[in-house]
């Protein structure tokens, strides 16, 4: 098994060619971004992955964290904000790391990880794919059992005796047109136990049997398979899933379907049915900071601010409109001086010594597309946001911009660190983050 961190230290690996062909089928499904509009031409290449670099024989990590799964090789990645303090990780360290990822993901809705934190506390297994083998099998034996799913589920069938509607287009491209004048083609919706969902859940579990090699993992997968006997085994894909709509009473459902897509999206099909010998988990870490801290943000301040994810409604150029502006974060004060301010998040470790540099490791072009956002919002208060590079946090640093019209506008820009990982005191990583964020908010409200 080899251990990565982003951005981190060549390894070498056994089978360059098969990984490298892995990771390129996984990105021409491209579940990782959401329309091909906001590819450049270099990643819309057939030969392009972002995954990993490679070097001969060695690869190196780039901005994705997770797993890769190849037969019995096994890459896992973790994020480099523990690289510099965590080079050579322990059991604990590397479920540290894990329970780090698992928070992280409880306040993102782009990715929705259908695990909590606390999935982790009476487990103790540190390998990254067992443990989300472990974590999704526990959460498939735990439902069907306690809440088998009956539901209405669409039927197209021809028969002697018309049953729901009769699909009369259907009836003569297939029944009359061949003389079977008897077989009237109808759709109806039986009250069945073997249902989409179900098919769905019933797949995954036999693919992830093929793949754990923890026989109590495998012993709960047997148990999910048994319980749904009754119901079909058919091939499913992440479209099925996506044709999926179920009521809201059944939300336990919603999160095993969640599960379900993890698995789904990013696997590689073979001909063998229920092959998973290469699959992976990978997401972006600057992705998941941006998400983790808009989620965060709206989970504990929207009650003082109006908290806007990704706003993308105004250009730079009014004539002509083009050079659209897009926040990571936009919030507006709900009280009193509904105070503006436009929050950049920085997926970047910035030197130890950074606070010797006149520019605080903030890089020139960030400021200068600030400054542009600012003037056209008329917003004179930009943060940006950067992981904290140790557990005592350096203080926050601020630039004034001062208009040359007259010098009556200034734009502050504030550039602070936020508790995003702990490794002394992770239990009370949220509500230092809270404090944190809510110190620095509170400043621009006096």
């Avoid at 070097?55 to 990645?77: C, Y």
Wanted: charged share 25%; aromatic share 14%; net charge negative.
């Amino acid at each position: 098994m080899a251990l990565l961190f982003e951005y981190g230290k060549w390894q070498s690996i056994k089978d360059k060619n098969a990984l490298h062909q892995m990771l390129k089928g996984i990105w021409k499904q491209r579940m990782f971004v959401e329309t091909d509009s906001e590819l450049t031409e270099a990643e819309t290449d057939n030969h392009y992955q972002p995954f990993l670099q490679f070097d001969d024989n060695q690869i190196r990590a780039n901005n994705f964290v997770g797993f890769i799964q190849n037969g019995d090789e096994v890459i896992e990645i973790y994020p480099k904000v523990f690289r510099q303090h965590l080079p050579n990780p322990s059991e604990n360290e590397k479920m540290l790391m894990l329970r780090h990822i698992f928070y992280w993901f409880s306040y993102c809705r782009k990715w929705n990880f259908p695990f909590n934190q606390a999935s982790l506390d009476t487990i103790d297994i540190n390998e990254f794919p067992e443990l989300i083998i472990n974590l999704i099998a526990n959460q498939f034996l735990e439902t069907v059992s306690k809440q088998p799913l009956t539901m209405y589920q669409e039927v197209e069938e021809a028969l002697i005796t018309p049953r729901g509607s009769i699909n009369f287009k259907r009836y003569l491209s297939s029944s009359i047109s061949h003389g079977n004048f008897q077989n009237i083609e109808c759709d109806y919706e039986p009250f069945l136990f073997d249902n989409k969902v179900n098919r769905v859940i019933k797949y995954c579990s036999r693919l992830l049997m093929k793949q754990t090699k923890f026989s109590e993992n495998l012993r709960m997968l047997q148990d999910v398979v048994f319980i749904l006997d009754e119901v079909e085994d058919l091939h499913c894909t992440i479209h099925d899933i996506e044709n999926i709509s179920l009521n809201t009473f059944f939300s336990d459902y919603t999160n095993l379907l969640n599960s379900c897509k993890l698995i789904l999206s990013q696997q590689l099909y073979s001909s063998n049915t229920y092959d998973l010998s290469q699959w992976c988990l990978l997401f972006p870490m600057e992705y998941i900071f941006e998400d983790f801290l808009a989620g965060f943000l709206e989970n504990k301040f929207s009650k003082d601010w109006k908290i806007e994810y990704q706003k993308s409604d105004e250009y730079l150029s009014n004539i002509p409109r083009v050079f659209n502006m897009q926040h990571d974060i936009f919030l507006t004060a709900r009280h009193g001086s509904k105070r503006k301010v436009i929050i950049d998040t920085k997926y970047k470790l910035r030197q130890d010594n950074f606070k010797t540099d006149p520019k605080k490791g903030v890089a020139q072009s960030d400021l200068y597309q600030m400054v542009s956002y600012a003037f056209k919002r008329g917003c004179t208060d930009i943060i940006l946001v950067y992981p904290n590079i140790a557990d005592d946090l350096n203080a926050s640093d601020n630039f004034k911009i001062i208009s040359g019209f007259g010098g009556a506008d200034e734009i502050t820009i504030t550039a602070m660190e936020i508790p995003f990982s702990s490794l002394t005191n992770f239990n009370e990583l949220d509500s230092m983050l809270y404090e944190t964020i809510e110190t620095q908010l509170n400043k621009l409200l006096q």
